[in-house]
């Protein structure tokens, strides 16, 4: 199985503060990757596919790069509705597996 | 709009079963692969098993392989997850989620919003 690691496991941050993650694969999963918010009590919500692909309807405040093995999601402007769980995921192959989380947490 | 709506959780002792359901609908049902991806309390997110859009193929993951069993019925626009010899460490929200593609995609771009799944004596 493909293992996901995130870092950090959580971070503090401030309302317009740039925030970014990162997430590595144990194999090349080449751009088979997304990236997850969850709050808490909600189901997670779908932010980057295919390592850099904004889904719709998501601020262009989010954003993805990486490739291989090495990603990133990055916040460029922190907003109060951001403090959440992110969680990067492959799907290069199964079974999909995910990062283990990283909690974005006010400053 | 584009919804589903799991069902069939609850409380069940161990080495019992329990059915969950998922039904989807403001799409094309038939059209996409499904999933099913649980949490624990307090923990991350562990993908479950995947069917294809026309039930030709179906992925497990190792932990519930032969216990578990993904179905769906496209006639009736919904997702099913027979769940069997239940243990404690399958307590979980158990989250539906659609496939952006017939065969397995990328990504689960819609979920449900889950139902709750409690192994204990």
């Known amino acids: 199985d493909i293992q996901m690691t995130q870092s950090p496991s959580s971070v503090s941050a401030s309302v317009g503060d740039r925030v970014t993650i990162t997430c590595r694969a144990s194999q090349r999963i080449s751009s088979w990757l997304a990236w997850y918010q969850q709050k808490p009590g909600k189901a997670p919500k779908l932010l980057i596919y295919?390592?850099?692909s904004l889904q719709s309807g998501v601020p262009s405040r989010f954003s993805g790069s990486g490739s291989g093995t090495d990603f990133t999601l990055t916040i460029s402007s922190l907003q109060p509705e951001d403090f959440a769980t992110y969680y990067c995921?492959?799907?290069?192959?199964?079974?999909?597996?995910f990062g283990q989380g990283t909690k974005v947490e006010i400053k | 709009q584009v919804q589903l709506v799991e069902s069939g959780g609850g409380v069940v002792q161990p080495g019992g079963s329990l059915r969950l359901s998922c039904a989807a609908s403001?799409?094309?049902?038939?059209?996409?692969?499904m999933h099913w991806v649980r949490q624990a309390p307090g923990k991350g997110l562990e993908w479950v098993t995947f069917?294809?859009?026309?039930?030709?193929?179906?992925y497990y993951a190792d932990s519930v392989k032969g216990r578990f069993t993904i179905s769906r019925d496209n006639s009736k626009n919904t997702l099913y997850l027979q769940m069997n010899s239940l243990r404690a460490g399958d307590t979980a929200v158990y989250y539906c989620?659609?496939?952006?593609?017939?065969?397995?995609?990328?990504?689960?771009?819609?979920w449900g919003q889950g139902t709750m799944v409690t192994v204990s004596s």
């Open positions: 069917i294809r859009y026309d039930g030709s193929d179906k």
């Open positions: 295919t390592a850099s």
């Open positions: 995921q492959q799907a290069n192959s199964f079974p999909w597996t």
């Open positions: 403001g799409f094309t049902f038939s059209n996409f692969g």
């Open positions: 989620a659609k496939d952006p593609s017939p065969m397995g995609g990328y990504a689960f771009d819609i």
